[in-house]
T-cell receptor
Framework: NAGVTQTPKFRVLKTGQSMTLLCAQD?????MYWYRQDPGMGLRLIHY???????AKGEVPDGYNVSRLKKQNFLLGLESAAPSQTSVYFC?????????????FGEGSRLTVL | KNQVEQSPQSLIILEGKNCTLQ??????????LRWYKQDTGRGPVSLTI?????NTKSNGRYTATLDADTKQSSLHITASQLSDSASYIC????????????FGKGNQVVVIP
């Protein structure tokens, strides 16, 4: 009964380093999302995918790349990390239109860029 | 300007007391509205969904209301418990394709004994 699993849960990077966050879901959902959550800002959409092999930009995509090679996985990459990317990142999935848009979230990945 | 505004930003209540959280939105066209609960250090979890035709819906001690004419929703917590300490996020779904969602910034609730 895993739902949405994110790895790693915590990471500290130096400015300019790269890393990848992995999101895996076992609910056979079509839609997957990456959000970032900052104090006082609420959740903001970085990138999303409406199906295997597809990706699209969200509200704050700059500095991030994503890939959805398999339906159950959605990867978020930071090619050259910046302190402004210090945040808590949440992956979410949904089955699409039929469930009225309910999102199922992972537990979050806390990233600090020094 | 954010399409979903929540108030109050934060509040502290005594255990056993009631409280009401507000969500005003300007999203159009409207599909539905969800309230999520986010415990500290966890991901948000859906509490309830309100569609256009629904005025009131309860989930245990949580009661949500929707006034689609004034574009307002509220979440009422009855007989609060320490476990109700969390952020409550209002999310409005835009009618149409691609599951477009508008997020509020959340109401931070702290329940003290």
């Amino acid at each position: 009964n895993a739902g949405v699993t994110q790895t790693p849960k915590f990471r500290v990077l130096k400015t300019g380093q790269s890393m990848t966050l992995l999101c895996a879901q076992d609910m056979n959902h079509e839609y997957m999302y990456w959000y970032r959550q900052d104090p006082g800002m609420g959740l903001r959409l970085i990138h999303y995918s409406v199906g295997e092999g597809t990706t699209a930009k969200g509200e704050v995509p700059d500095g991030y790349n994503v890939s959805r090679l398999k339906k159950q996985n959605f990867l978020l990459g930071l090619e050259s990390a910046a302190p402004s990317q210090t945040s808590v990142y949440f992956c979410a999935s949904s089955s699409g239109q039929v469930d009225f848009g309910e999102l199922f979230f992972g537990e979050g990945s806390r990233l600090t860029v020094l | 300007k954010n399409q979903v505004e929540q108030s109050p930003q934060s509040l502290i209540i005594l255990e056993g007391k009631n409280c009401t959280l507000q969500c005003n939105y300007t999203v159009s066209p409207f599909s539905n509205l969800r309230w999520y609960k986010q415990d500290t250090g966890r991901g948000p979890v859906s509490l309830t969904i309100m569609t256009f035709s629904e005025n009131t819906k309860s989930n245990g001690r949580y009661t949500a209301t929707l006034d689609a004419d004034t574009k307002q929703s509220s979440l009422h917590i009855t007989a609060s418990q320490l476990s109700d300490s969390a952020s409550y996020i209002c999310v409005v779904k835009v009618d149409g394709g691609n599951n477009r969602l508008a997020f509020g910034k959340g109401n931070q609730v702290v329940v003290i004994p």
